[in-house]
């Protein structure tokens, strides 16, 4: 099945901008709808944005008009351009499947900080 590396994190001030990717092991990912989920200490992990193999595209509440999700399918990639950051988007950012599953099936994530 698919495996999912993320990276692009990092320390960055408010305002600034990261780009993140998500780079899938197989070549199945062109029929997974694909997600970017985040988590802070103490909260629940949450949808930041989706992407179905269609190119319908859906975001969090939080991050509509700062936040952008593409696919490159030829390169097994999803990405995530994060415009205008703000200390409440510091969080660990995950890649999975969308839905996502049920299982613990999540890896290390990067870690994004905004802070000045």
Known sequence: QVQLVESGGGLV??????????????SIFSFYAMGWYRQAPGKQ??????????GRINYGDSVKGRFTISRD????????????????DTAVYYCNVYPPPLSDSWGQGTQVTVSS
């Not at 992990?45 to 269609?54: D, H, K, N, Q, Y």
Request: one cysteine or more; hydrophobic letters at 35%.
């Open 73 to 88: 399918d030829a390169k097994n990639t999803v990405y995530l351009q994060m415009n205008s950051l703000k200390p409440e």
């Open 13 to 26: 001030q408010p305002g600034g901008s990261l780009r993140l990717s998500c780079a899938a092991s197989g």
């Open 45 to 54: 992990r949450e949808l930041v944005a989706a992407i179905t193999s269609g």
